[in-house]
């Protein structure tokens, strides 16, 4: 068993930074542009939703199981360096064949173990952080920069090279990312056992189960986005380098808020600040959906990602290390992933496709609005966290 962390333990900033920096590099090549690499390959818009969501439903199961693993040994890393690697191992076969099934059984494969990775490297950080929990944001805004860096040079790099070398491309940063596994301590990860209460009776409690619903429904409505904007904005005349740059500024605006969030949360509170980016959220995809042709209106729209993921992801994972305490933070994180970025990505991704192909690229962005308004009438109703203005878990 390895050593519990202690709040006087020093905290390896940069190992930490650096696996968030790879890892989310690998989404900023992998979402934006992993869309175009099968429609190359002749996939519909069908096809490719169905493909993407497939990526995202692993995260219903992988991450609770993972999750459980760890907080029963308190042995996160090792989980992480596992799943980096079977994850990298399996990703490897769309090398093989192009064919729909195959590439339907390698996408579940590679994220059954790639998605186990992320809930316990979130609760080893948060462990590693203890009472300065706070200070999330700025370890996490080297992944949000990793992504920019990627998708900012891929955009010009596909243009120049074609979209075939992406999965050389993305084969190359899972590598990197389990070498950047192996840098962490398993120190940093041993799990606290200071809360016996059960997990259904967390479970049960009103608030958790409207921040988890409202979780869902936030990654659901993201679902046009992250699979169809690069394809929507490419048949509006956008060159792939600018679209680059566009998804690049979404995360910029992402880390200034990332930087920020230790002076925004003492000054409005979390539940405040939830519920104007629920309200961000329905606004951006009004704007994408209706005034793609508006090159500032698009700017501001990209602009809105500061609220859409980066203040709504800094409250939402404070308010789940809140609520999921001791033994029980690497579930919480882990249902946190499964259920927002799994279930709810998986939904969204699916019904994206579904609405693309039969109603529109408008339509379907009027309905992910709806869907973030109602997000918002559940937190309104029934997300009220006690000593909201509070920094400590």
């Not at 243009?159 to 940093?188: N, Y």
């Not at 799990?191 to 608030?207: F, G």
């Not at 509170?269 to 329905?282: D, I, K, N």
């Amino acid at each position: 068993m390895p050593e519990p962390a202690n709040d006087s333990q020093a905290v390896p900033y940069w190992r930490l930074s650096g696996f968030y920096f790879f890892y989310f590099a690998s989404i900023g090549a992998l979402i934006p542009y992993w869309s175009l690499y099968l429609k190359s390959l002749g996939f519909d818009a069908r096809a490719i939703g169905t493909l993407m969501a497939l990526i995202m439903a692993t995260k219903i199961i992988s991450p609770n199981i993972w999750g459980w693993i760890a907080d029963h040994t308190g042995y996160r890393m090792r989980i992480v360096r596992i799943g980096c690697l079977l994850g990298a191992v399996a990703f490897a076969g769309v090398f093989w064949v192009e064919d729909y099934w195959w590439l339907a059984v390698v996408m579940m494969v590679f994220s059954f173990f790639w998605n186990a990775t992320l809930p316990q490297f979130e609760a080893t950080t948060l462990n590693y952080l203890g009472r300065d929990s706070h200070r999330y944001s700025g370890i996490r805004l080297w992944g949000s920069i990793g992504f920019i860096v990627a998708v900012a040079a891929l955009g010009p790099l596909l243009d120049a090279q074609g979209v075939g070398i992406l999965p050389i491309i993305l084969i190359t940063l899972f590598g990197i990312i389990w070498l950047a596994s192996l840098a962490v301590p398993e120190r940093a990860s041993a799990h606290l056992s200071l809360d016996h209460e059960p997990l259904r009776r967390v479970l049960m409690r009103p608030e958790v189960v409207a921040l988890l619903v409202v979780c869902f429904l936030v990654q659901a409505s993201h679902g046009p986005y992250y699979i169809f904007y690069t394809l929507y904005m490419e048949e509006q005349g956008y060159s792939r380098s600018l679209i680059g740059q566009l998804w690049a500024l979404g995360v910029i605006a992402e880390v200034a808020v990332f930087l920020v969030m230790y002076r925004l949360v003492p000054r409005f509170g979390l539940r405040r600040l939830l519920l104007a980016s629920l309200l961000f959220t329905a606004l951006r995809w009004v704007l994408i959906g209706e005034f793609s042709d508006e090159m500032v209106v698009v700017l501001f729209a990209q602009l809105l990602h500061a609220a859409s993921f980066g203040i709504y992801h800094a409250v939402a994972i404070q308010l789940i290390h809140r609520y999921f305490t001791g033994r029980h933070q690497g579930r919480g994180q882990a249902l946190y992933g499964s259920l927002s970025f799994g279930a709810g990505g998986a939904a969204g991704s699916f019904l994206a496709g579904l609405a693309w192909a039969g109603l529109g690229p408008q339509a379907t962005y009027l309905l992910a609005a709806l869907v973030a308004l109602v997000a918002f009438v559940i937190a309104w109703r029934w997300i009220h966290p006690l000593d909201d203005t509070s920094l400590s878990p």
